[in-house]
């Protein structure tokens, strides 16, 4: 579910992602309780005090993209590895992101990638999905640092 805690408790969801401007983490957290899954989205550094109890967060835009555009520039890798480093919860990245740049994204920190316009771009987005899925898993095996017990 996105955006919407009343929705995604009143579907009983197992959890919802907080846009950077909605809601706040904590204030959601008192709502739905410990197990309910909570994302946030955030475009800078500082953004992520306000996102310390989310279950996870998505950084970005990493690189550029037309749908992340109203939310400033691409912050790039090392904005991205700063979050990473900075961040108790797992970091999704967004923005830009292909199958060719998986790798330096996880090199950069991050657990995973959130994806729409590769995908709805794709002529078969069937065959995007598994280049990502191939991406992901070869890179996050090969990263010694990763975190098998989390992500």
Same mark, same amino acid.
């Given at each position: 579910?996105?955006?919407?805690?009343?929705?995604?408790?009143?579907?009983?969801?197992?959890?919802?992602?907080?846009?950077?401007?909605?809601?706040?983490?904590?204030?959601?957290?008192?709502?739905?309780?410990?197990?309910?899954?909570?994302?946030?989205?955030?475009?800078?550094?500082?953004?992520?005090?306000?996102?310390?109890?989310?279950?996870?967060?998505?950084?970005?835009?990493?690189?550029?993209?037309?749908?992340?555009?109203?939310?400033? $520039?691409?912050?790039?890798?090392?904005?991205?590895?700063?979050?990473?480093? $900075?961040?108790?919860?797992?970091?999704?990245?967004?923005?830009?992101?292909?199958?060719?740049?998986?790798?330096?994204?996880?090199?950069?920190?991050?657990?995973?990638?959130?994806?729409?316009?590769?995908?709805?771009?794709? $002529?078969?987005?069937?065959?995007?999905?598994?280049?990502?899925?191939? $991406?992901?898993?070869?890179?996050?095996?090969?990263?010694?640092?990763?975190?098998?017990?989390?992500?």
């Amino acid at each position: 579910m996105n955006h919407r805690v009343d929705v995604a408790l009143a579907a009983r969801a197992d959890g919802v992602h907080l846009p950077g401007d909605g809601f706040a983490v904590a204030e959601a957290r008192a709502l739905t309780g410990a197990d309910f899954l909570l994302g946030r989205s955030i475009h800078d550094l500082a953004e992520l005090g306000a996102s310390a109890t989310a279950d996870y967060v998505v950084f970005g835009p990493v690189f550029d993209t037309p749908s992340k555009r109203p939310y400033g $520039a691409p912050q790039g890798l090392e904005r991205l590895a700063a979050v990473t480093h $900075a961040s108790a919860a797992p970091v999704l990245a967004i923005g830009g992101i292909t199958p060719e740049r998986v790798a330096d994204v996880v090199t950069s920190g991050a657990v995973g990638v959130a994806v729409m316009g590769a995908i709805l771009s794709a $002529a078969s987005p069937a065959m995007v999905v598994r280049s990502f899925r191939e $991406a992901l898993a070869s890179r996050l095996r090969d990263d010694l640092s990763f975190n098998r017990s989390g992500w």
